[in-house]
Each structure stands twice: as structure tokens, then as C-alpha cells.
């Protein structure tokens, strides 16, 4: 079975066509600035070089169009006609509380994920209107619903509800869901391959470090905490979100700099972060760089983010009474070898070893901990098109 992913945002969408007879990866791309002037698809067939198309797109539908155009493509496609392709797997990011595993899309669905767009309103709606788009253009294919949310719903009640009046989580459904589920539970997977053991005989922490970051607590295969919470804005420094902060210093700030609600929102969303400590970049590449060239604000950066992820790094661990396996994923979780090391530093009586040898690797599935080690330190570069395309393909034989 072909499987078409797609992850799609509000001016941008990704794509890929996997074929799950041996999983492999058939083409990729990128629509990107749809509804704006200069449009534009970058299609990659396997082994082949980025095919760039500047087209008009008005909207999600043109978007779709030119996905499908491409994908059937009689020189670059990889497909030749939309019969083959036996699913759609999409990625949305908020399914509430509704769903604790993907499912096949249809209108209750729709209907259920419209009712959670207030809890993510930049991204549901554009998600759904990839899944609208879709269904248009192939309307007998299954549609798979993947959530980030989904697999966070394991998390017990001590880990997700907020210490406000009980009415605001029954009532406006406050609560943390956590997001990246999908990496978390690919790479945790991948994790237990690599070590050659059961899922279910494990306690995993992920740590997902890219621009966006979160970390989570996975004892036999379930997630039991999460460091994302009601938005992707809580839990660890990132690029340019702040993470944990003292409620306090939101009434603060908007009173003192008489900032709406709008500003300050944007402030903690798109200025803080490492952005905001070092007044440098929010790419760790620029921040280790000017670090290194006597940036004060940029070391401190990186040793506040540091701190953050170490300080949930030894919380999971009491939760879960113990850890087995610490897996580094992400843009800097796969890449950043002074980053890892920094994590890990002297946490040898937590039986953590990085093996500063093996450490030194890029973007590898490998195991980066010393022998002696008693935790294994784990890298997986994530893949979350082949996760989503996983789950789509064991909902629709099972149809
Ligand atoms: P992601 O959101 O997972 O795509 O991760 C993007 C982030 O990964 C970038 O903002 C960089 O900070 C980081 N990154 C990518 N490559 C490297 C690298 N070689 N060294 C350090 N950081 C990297």
C-alpha cells in the first residue's frame, strides 16, 4: 500500500509518499506560501534532484491539487494515477481529550476536531483544511486522522490537571495535553528495538529538542508525563518560546509595559527563549557560535536550557521510580553533540554515561552511552511522516 502524509499549516504544507511494502520513503516536498503571490511546490522524487514549481495557489485546494499533479507526475512523479495511492495519513495537532489513538476520518471526526480548533487555533483549522482539501480531490481514498495529541492521553490525572478551580478543566477543558506525541512514541519504539527489549519492560525519557521542545516520561509504552501542557508554549527553554514561568510575571509584564493581550502573547511565543536570554539567534548552530566567540548572553543561553531539560530529566526519573533509556531526537536532539554532552554532564550517579566518543555522530540511530553505562543514552532521528503512515496503514486494513 502507497500511503500519501500530509502536515499541512496554515501557508505551508508537507508531504510525503511512503510505500509501506518495506517502508520506503518514494517522494517528499514542500508547498509553501499558499494564498500569498509566489506560490510555490518543491517536489523530491527518491534519489532524485528538488523539482521547483512556481504556481499560483489561492488556496488549500489549489495547494492539494499540485501535490497530487506532482506526486502522479509523469517525469517526476512517482505514481501513475491516484488509484495507487491507498490512504491519506494527516497530521493535526489537537484532538482534546476526544481521541487517545488515530482514527479514520470521517464527519463525526470533523466534527469532533472543529470543537477542539479553541484549543489551537493556529493550528487545527488549517489542518482541517488540508483533510477538506483532500477528500475533494479523492473522495472514495480513507482518510487517517494522527493527533500530536493522542498519545499523551495516557498521562494519569496527577500530571495534567492544573492546581486552578477544578471548573476551569470541566468547564473550558484546561488541562496539559502535551504535543509531539508522534516523536515521542516513534522514537520510544525505535528505542526498544535498538536495545533489543520490550517496550513494555522500560522506562524511556524522550527528549524532543528542536525549535520547538518538549520531554516526556514514557514507563511501559505509555506516556506518564509530558513537559508541554494546555499549549506547545510550557515546559523546556526553546528557540524563541519560554517555557515553565511564574504566572505572575505575565500580569506583570502586560501591566508594567502596558502590552495587550496579542503583544505579549507574540513575546512569549516568537521573542523569548534562547532568542530572547541571548539577543542572538534562536538556531543553536548561531548560539554555539557566538558562544564560543565570548557571547556572555549566548553561553547563558545555552546553560539555561540546559539546566531546563536536566531539571526534567531527574523529575521523570523520580516519577517513574528509575530510567532505563534517555533518547536524544530532533533538530538539536539528533545533531548538537555539545548539547547531548552538556545534558548528560556528571550524571553518573544517576547511571547516565555518555561515551564522549560515540557522542560524536549526527543524525544516526546509535546508542551514545559508555558500556558501563547503566541508562542507556539513545539517538533516533525522528520520523513522524513514517509514524503517521504507520498508523494509517493498521487503521485502513483493518477497515
Ligand atoms: P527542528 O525544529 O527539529 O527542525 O530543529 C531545528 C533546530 O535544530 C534549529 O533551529 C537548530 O537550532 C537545530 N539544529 C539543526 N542542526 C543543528 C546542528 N548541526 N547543531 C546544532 N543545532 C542544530
Known sequence: MKILVINCGSS?????????????????????????????????????????????????NDAIAQV????????????????????????VVHAGEKYAHSVLIDHSVIEALEECTELAPLHNPPNLMGIAACQKL??????????????HQTMPPES??????????????????????????????????????????????????????????????????TSMGFTPLEGLVMGT???DLDPAIVTYIREKL?????????????????????????????LEKAAEEGNERAQLAIKVFVHRVRFYIGAYIAEMNGVDAIVFTAGVGENDVQMRDLICNDLGNLGIKLDLVKNKVRGQETIISRDDSRVAVILIPTNEELMIARETKEIVEAL
Open 160 to 225: 495534567y490537571i492544573y492546581a486552578l478551580p477544578y471548573e476551569y478543566y470541566t468547564d473550558l477543558g484546561i488541562r496539559r495535553y502535551g504535543f509531539h506525541g508522534t516523536s515521542h512514541k516513534y522514537v520510544s519504539q525505535r528505542a526498544a528495538a535498538l536495545m533489543n527489549c520490550n517496550l513494555d519492560d522500560l522506562k524511556i525519557i524522550t527528549c524532543h529538542l528542536g525549535n520547538g521542545a518538549s520531554v516526556s516520561a514514557i514507563k511501559r509504552g505509555k506516556c506518564i508525563d
Open 12 to 60: 505551508s504544507l508537507k508531504y510525503q509518499v511512503i510505500d509501506m511494502n518495506g517502508e520506503l520513503l518514494l517522494a517528499k516536498g514542500l508547498v509553501e506560501r499558499i494564498g500569498m503571490d509566489g506560490s510555490v511546490i518543491t517536489h523530491e522524487k527518491h534519489d532524485e534532484d528538488k523539482w521547483v514549481n512556481e504556481v499560483p495557489m489561492k488556496d488549500h
Open 241 to 243: 518560546r519560554c517555557g
Open 68 to 91: 497530487l499533479a506532482a506526486v502522479a507526475d509523469p517525469v517526476h512523479g512517482v505514481i501513475k494515477d491516484m488509484s495507487e495511492i491507498g490512504a491519506v495519513g494527516h497530521r
Open 258 to 286: 502596558d502590552l495587550d493581550q496579542g503583544v505579549a502573547n507574540e513575546i512569549l511565543n516568537k521573542k523569548s527563549g534562547v532568542l530572547g536570554i541571548s539577543g542572538v539567534s534562536s538556531d543553536f548552530r548561531d
Open 138 to 151: 479523492m473522495p472514495n481514498t480513507p482518510m487517517v486522522g494522527v493527533f500530536d495529541t493522542a498519545f
